[in-house]
């Protein structure tokens, strides 16, 4: 008998039609004799109508009530999905966060969990039901409903699967699992059946949209094993798992991309410590995250230029915070362009293989594709193109690293 917790997302949830699927796929697990958790998120665009009538009273809804709102979302789903397990015979009993008793800190619309109580969960298990609780959501020490931000039922499910010690969290989404790289841009690409934890962060900080990032990493720490797989399509998804071995023998796992960049440089910047705080040190009070950097010193003129990387919503702001920066620096002049695109090689195995970059750089240069900034890390290398290039690159390096043939045994 195993514990198995369970995800389904807005779109799996959707209708009654899906409520009634998911119940019976539900069913199926509990009859086999196991013991199933069920994390649900509100029904599909449920949450976007919420806000929009939020903001029809007040621009920047007030974030403790927004929370209040928020979480009727989920609370409507728990409630639908308990109703048709019970319609197929199968015992069933729903929960908010607040009555699990998730504890989060108390920055609403974005809190973290500090702490489960899994007791009710447990006694109710231990009478043969399947337990069914609102993803998203929690309560603070003070009583108030908290929600965990954007894909914050990943999390939950991850949360609570690891306060039960569960022996797998199944992530079902409108996908089949995890592939080598966007199937709509790369038709060829692979469904992987297993990547680690590391793999998969990478993945999902770089680009990928299959699971939420916050997830991934309290997995990892927890020791959860996870796996995705389709909420409309019976198969075995892809599991993320701890590194082993085996996957020395792959170089590459995976092709991750951003379209949503842009890049900032600030040129003739003098040559003198600090100088790169000063240039990001407003964008950081500004709230915009900075992702790639490179700085270039011309040793003669005694200044630097410096280039950087912010998601394509922030550009606007932070053109306008360098500007401004730039002259108290006295640089020469400041540059932008937010018609780029990020490409990522990401593989474990490149720990152990030599001439992966080298490899990159020169399927990509044969597309005729220049290179504007490169980043590296122990299993990851990062390039920034022009926008236009970035289908051609993802599928050039598709094709150079051979991703889609089955990996030999």
Same mark, same amino acid.
């Given at each position: 008998?195993?514990?198995?917790?369970?995800?389904?997302?807005?779109?799996?949830?959707?209708?009654?039609?899906?409520?009634?699927?998911?119940?019976?796929?539900?069913?199926?697990?509990?009859?086999?004799?196991?013991?199933?958790?069920?994390?649900?998120?509100?029904?599909?665009?449920?949450?976007?109508?919420?806000?929009?009538?939020?903001?029809?009273?007040?621009?920047?809804?007030?974030?403790?009530?927004?929370?209040?709102?928020?979480?009727?979302?989920?609370?409507?789903?728990?409630?639908?999905?308990?109703?048709?397990?019970?319609?197929?015979?199968?015992?069933?009993?729903?929960?908010?966060?607040?009555?699990?008793?998730?504890?989060?800190?108390? #920055?609403?619309?974005? @809190?973290? =969990?500090?702490? $489960?109580?899994?007791? !009710?969960?447990? &006694?109710? /298990?231990?009478?043969?039901? %399947?337990?069914?609780?609102?993803?998203?959501?929690?309560?603070?020490?003070?009583?108030?409903?908290?929600?965990?931000?954007?894909?914050?039922?990943?999390?939950?499910?991850?949360?609570?699967?690891?306060?039960?010690?569960?022996?797998?969290?199944?992530?079902?989404?409108?996908?089949?699992?995890?592939?080598?790289?966007?199937?709509?841009?790369?038709?060829?690409?692979?469904?992987?059946?297993?990547?680690?934890?590391?793999?998969?962060?990478?993945?999902?900080?770089?680009?990928?949209?299959?699971?939420?990032?916050?997830?991934?990493?309290?997995?990892?720490?927890?020791?959860?094993?996870?796996?995705?797989?389709?909420?409309?399509?019976?198969?075995?998804?892809?599991?993320?798992?701890?590194?082993?071995? #085996?996957?020395?023998? @792959?170089? =590459?796992?995976? $092709?991750?991309?951003? !379209?949503?960049? &842009?890049? /900032?440089?600030?040129?003739? %910047?003098?040559?003198?410590?600090?100088?790169?705080?000063?240039?990001?040190?407003?964008?950081?009070?500004?709230?915009?995250?900075?992702?790639?950097?490179?700085?270039?010193?011309?040793?003669?003129?005694?200044?630097?230029?410096?280039?950087?990387?912010?998601?394509?919503?922030?550009?606007?702001?932070?053109?306008?915070?360098?500007?401004?920066?730039?002259?108290?620096?006295?640089?020469?002049?400041?540059?932008?362009?937010?018609?780029?695109?990020?490409?990522?090689?990401?593989?474990?195995?490149?720990?152990?293989?030599?001439?992966?970059?080298?490899?990159?750089?020169?399927?990509?240069?044969?597309?005729?594709?220049?290179?504007?900034?490169?980043?590296?890390?122990?299993?990851?290398?990062?390039?920034?193109?022009?926008?236009?290039?970035?289908?051609?690159?993802?599928?050039?390096?598709?094709?150079?690293?051979? /991703?889609?043939?089955?990996? %030999?045994?």
């Amino acid at each position: 008998m195993a514990l198995i917790v369970q995800k389904y997302g807005g779109t799996s949830v959707g209708t009654i039609e899906r409520i009634m699927a998911v119940a019976e796929r539900v069913k199926r697990w509990r009859d086999q004799g196991d013991h199933v958790v069920v994390v649900v998120s509100a029904m599909s665009g449920e949450t976007d109508r919420l806000i929009g009538l939020a903001r029809q009273l007040q621009e920047r809804p007030e974030p403790r009530e927004l929370d209040v709102l928020l979480s009727t979302g989920e609370q409507v789903t728990i409630a639908l999905l308990s109703m048709a397990l019970q319609a197929h015979g199968c015992p069933a009993r729903s929960y908010t966060g607040a009555q699990v008793h998730i504890l989060t800190d108390s #920055a609403h619309n974005k @809190a973290r =969990i500090r702490d $489960i109580d899994a007791a !009710r969960v447990r &006694a109710d /298990l231990d009478a043969g039901r %399947v337990v069914v609780v609102a993803g998203f959501q929690g309560i603070d020490e003070h009583g108030d409903i908290t929600t965990l931000g954007r894909g914050g039922s990943d999390t939950s499910a991850v949360a609570i699967a690891a306060a039960l010690k569960a022996d797998e969290c199944q992530i079902y989404t409108d996908v089949d699992g995890v592939y080598t790289t966007d199937p709509r841009v790369e038709p060829k690409a692979r469904k992987l059946d297993r990547i680690t934890f590391e793999e998969m962060l990478e993945m999902a900080s770089l680009g990928s949209k299959v699971l939420q990032i916050r997830s991934v990493e309290f997995a990892g720490k927890y020791r959860v094993p996870l796996r995705v797989l389709s909420s409309f399509e019976e198969g075995e998804g892809t599991l993320i798992t701890f590194e082993e071995n #085996a996957v020395e023998d @792959a170089q =590459i796992s995976g $092709i991750a991309f951003s !379209r949503d960049e &842009a890049k /900032l440089t600030v040129l003739g %910047v003098p040559d003198q410590p600090g100088v790169a705080y000063q240039i990001l040190g407003p964008i950081a009070d500004a709230n915009i995250e900075v992702d790639m950097i490179i700085q270039n010193v011309a040793a003669q003129e005694a200044a630097t230029d410096f280039t950087f990387t912010v998601h394509r919503n922030d550009y606007a702001r932070a053109l306008e915070i360098l500007k401004a920066t730039a002259d108290n620096l006295g640089a020469r002049q400041v540059l932008g362009d937010p018609q780029i695109a990020k490409i990522s090689l990401v593989g474990v195995g490149m720990r152990s293989h030599a001439g992966i970059a080298s490899r990159m750089f020169s399927s990509l240069a044969e597309e005729g594709i220049n290179i504007r900034m490169i980043s590296t890390s122990e299993i990851k290398i990062s390039v920034v193109v022009d926008e236009k290039y970035l289908e051609l690159g993802v599928r050039a390096l598709h094709d150079a690293f051979g /991703l889609d043939q089955e990996p %030999v045994v």
